[in-house]
T-cell receptor
Framework: RKEVEQDPGPFNVPEGATVAFNCTYSNSASQSFFWYRQDCRKEPKLLMSVYSSGNEDGRFTAQLNRASQYISLLIRDSKLSDSATYLCVVLDERDDKIIFGKGTRLHILP | GAVVSQHPSWVICKSGTSVKIECRSL??????MFWYRQFPKQSLMLMATSNEGSKATYEQGVEKDKFLINHASLTLSTLTVTSAHPEDSSFYIC????????????FGSGTRLTVV
């Protein structure tokens, strides 16, 4: 099983729709989780951390399910500018190493 | 917030030459920095972990003699691609962790290397 797995997409979603991504991780001891956004030919940028209780930042909601070892990202009222690749990131705290998923590509359609 | 500056943004070099990429943490000290490589439409792959004042730790399959890493200060790490070949053409990105910044990692803007 891959350490961090994501559906590569692409997800083609009309503007204004709600879209959700899931990500599964294999190391049950992982403690820290993040969603990053990467635009084409750009560096990844932190979108939000994922907390056990779930957290929301504007149109974005992240949730963690430790029992099933997955995290999710929900984008409401999607905008054209949301088009990007969304990377699921898990921190291996023992080695202080971050592990990236391969990313999910999102295309918001006008 | 935490800022990591990476230079150059892009570079074109001839086969056989060496290229140095710099990664600086501008407003925090980074005892550890990370170097990644990303090929088109693929995920970021960790190449090595750069430790201030000591030798870098390389991931399996990454040649340490080809990708020289120096982390001489708490704010600067460099990656030198030696004797570059066309297959080394890629997007190289550094990152560092600022424990005071949203508990996440900050990335440099990346260096697009093209070897001709």
């Amino acid at each position: 099983r891959k350490e961090v797995e994501q559906d590569p997409g692409p997800f083609n979603v009309p503007e204004g729709a709600t879209v959700a991504f899931n990500c599964t991780y294999s190391n049950s001891a992982s403690q820290s989780f993040f969603w990053y956004r990467q635009d084409c030919r750009k560096e990844p940028k932190l979108l939000m951390s994922v907390y056990s209780s779930g957290n929301e930042d504007g149109r974005f909601t992240a949730q963690l399910n430790r029992a099933s070892q997955y995290i999710s990202l929900l984008i409401r009222d999607s905008k054209l500018s949301d088009s990007a690749t969304y990377l699921c990131v898990v921190l291996d705290e023992r080695d202080d190493k971050i592990i990236f998923g391969k990313g999910t590509r999102l295309h918001i359609l006008p | 917030g935490a800022v990591v500056s990476q230079h150059p943004s892009w570079v074109i070099c001839k086969s056989g030459t060496s290229v140095k990429i710099e990664c600086r943490s501008l407003d925090f000290q980074a005892t550890t920095m990370f170097w990644y490589r990303q090929f088109p439409k693929q995920s970021l792959m960790l190449m090595a972990t750069s430790n201030e004042g000591s030798k870098a730790t390389y991931e399996q399959g990454v040649e340490k003699d080809k990708f020289l890493i120096n982390h001489a200060s708490l704010t600067l790490s460099t990656l030198t691609v030696t004797s570059a070949h066309p297959e080394d053409s890629s997007f190289y990105i550094c990152s560092a962790r600022d424990y005071g910044y949203r508990y996440g990692y900050t990335f440099g803007s990346g260096t697009r290397l093209t070897v001709v």
